[in-house]
């Protein structure tokens, strides 16, 4: 695959490339966009013959997944992450957000924290605070040098005295791209077993995993705890298919996933886009050599990314991440409060990053930087820093 073909995405609706844009106004044109979590790649082309196919077929009526989409996943999670899932388990849902969205009503009620680890995806906190619940966040600790620590005290502390009912935790972590160790979830979720707390587990970064890193699922530690485990995935990161809508609740406890299940239903959420079923399937049954390929790139980018930015940029601090194709970049020795930071980038770099205070307060002086681009767009990028 030749993943430095630059392919214009302007005139596509594309998030990334036309929102920030508009809202910069006047020189807009000239900005490179680093935002929005979505790559400027092609997705497998085993997907695209698939939808084009599909397409050509011409009839899209009502659709329900089939065998083979449950099959594909199944051996995805068993290939590519040891898991081994049981079909009854799944239950789809357009996105991981609306999923996430929808469990947050259903178990949880108005005035309820709900916990995160901070640096936090700035959706979180839409949907939790436009859920008319709270967002009580841990802050993650910072250890020069390794990135960021899990604060298992202050998590303790926030479950003894606010009582949430639910933690939302990303596993890889957006922003800061960690992957957490089975140790780690395994005191998590002996905490949460004792202050009784459920967690959804949103793993959809868990194929995007940096060379010589591991990713544990939450499912990895056993049934010991699926009791209180609802786990979200999706193919959409993985292979860019962000905009075709589909993910999958895994939800081993079988009241719970009725119960989910049922609301689903309530909303309607129960019929499913012809085209995202053909590209998720396809892309688990043949897309495993095309994703190795990509995250070679991925890796090469972050490598040549980080090299120059040790050698041209003295400011810039780089958190090393195991998983992602973000760059969680520390700005804080330019000394510029956050509004400044967001005018050099855009006016001096011509830049437009996602602003680290979108993550909460712990992202203050922070940007996070999207990796998945052509090569030559890490050149500019660098370029425009380098005037900073
Ligand atoms: C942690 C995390 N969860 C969910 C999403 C979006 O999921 P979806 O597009 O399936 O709603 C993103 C996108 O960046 C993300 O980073």
Redesign the pocket.
């Known amino acids: 695959m030749d993943f430095n073909q630059i392919i214009d995405r302007h005139h596509t609706g594309s998030v990334k490339w036309e929102l920030a844009r508009q809202h910069a106004g006047q020189d807009a044109q000239l900005l490179l966009p680093m935002w ?2 979505d790559f400027d790649f092609a997705c497998p082309p085993a997907v695209q013959a698939a939808l084009s196919a599909r397409a050509a077929h011409g009839v899209f009526g009502y659709t329900e997944r089939q065998p083979d989409y449950f099959a594909a996943l199944l051996n995805w999670a068993n290939t590519r992450h040891g898991l081994t899932l049981n079909k009854e388990w799944i239950c789809s849902v357009e ?4 999923g996430i969205a929808l469990l947050l009503q259903m178990l949880s009620a108005p005035g309820d924290n709900i916990v995160v680890q901070g640096p936090y ?1 700035g ?1 979180f906190r839409k949907i939790i605070t436009l859920n008319d619940r709270l967002l009580l966040e841990n802050p993650l600790r910072e250890v020069p040098g390794e990135g960021y620590q899990l604060d298992f005290d202050h998590l303790e502390a926030l479950f003894r005295d606010h009582r949430p009912p639910l933690m939302i935790l ?1 596993n890889p972590h ?1 922003p800061t791209g960690r992957c957490w160790t089975s140790q780690e979830l395994e005191r998590i979720l002996t905490l949460c077993e004792a202050y009784n707390v459920m967690v959804i587990a ?1 793993e ?2 868990a194929d995007l995993i940096l060379p010589g890193a591991t990713f544990t699922s939450v499912l990895h530690l056993g049934e010991r705890w699926h009791s209180r485990l609802i786990v ?1 995935t ?1 193919a ?2 993985s292979f860019g298919l ?1 905009s075709l ?1 589909i ?1 999958n609740f895994l939800i081993p406890e079988p009241g719970l996933r009725e119960r989910f299940q049922k609301r689903l239903n309530a909303h309607g959420m129960d019929a499913f886009n012809a085209m995202a079923l053909t590209a998720a399937t396809t892309a688990w049954q043949e897309g495993a050599p095309w994703l190795d390929e990509l995250l070679a790139y991925l890796a090469d980018n972050r490598a040549w990314f980080t090299a120059q930015a040790k050698a041209l940029l003295p400011w810039a601090i780089i958190t090393p991440a195991q998983a992602t194709y973000l760059l969680w970049l520390d700005c804080r020795a330019l000394g510029l409060d956050d509004a400044a930071l967001q005018e050099a980038m855009e006016k001096k770099a011509g830049v437009i990053p996602s602003m680290g205070v979108g993550f909460g307060p712990q992202g203050s002086g922070f940007v996070r930087l999207n990796l998945g681009c052509p090569r030559h767009y890490l050149e500019q990028a660098l370029e425009g820093l380098m005037r900073i």
């Open positions: 929005v979590s996105g991981v957000v609306p995806y959706t990303c957006n949103d959809i970064w979200a999706s959409s990161k962000s809508r993910s």
